[in-house]
């Protein structure tokens, strides 16, 4: 299950969820206890060379992590 990342709109706090994409489930931010969250671009996403789509920058998918 991927991991998304949330932030409050009314504190600031980033609170990061596993769920099921396309999940409708309203979060809560675990600081202030808002439930007005925004989903983000996740910093591990944009670390791990993920992307939104889900492909592989590799052609044959068997590049070796770098």
Known sequence: ???FEYLCKECGHTTSFLEKPGSSK???CEKCGSADMKKVFSSFAAKSGG???GSSSC????C???
């Open 51 to 53: 992307s939104a789509s």
């Open 64 to 66: 070796p992590l770098g």
């Open 59 to 62: 052609p044959t998918g068997s």
């Open 26 to 28: 309203e979060h809560v």
């Open 1 to 3: 299950m991927p991991m």
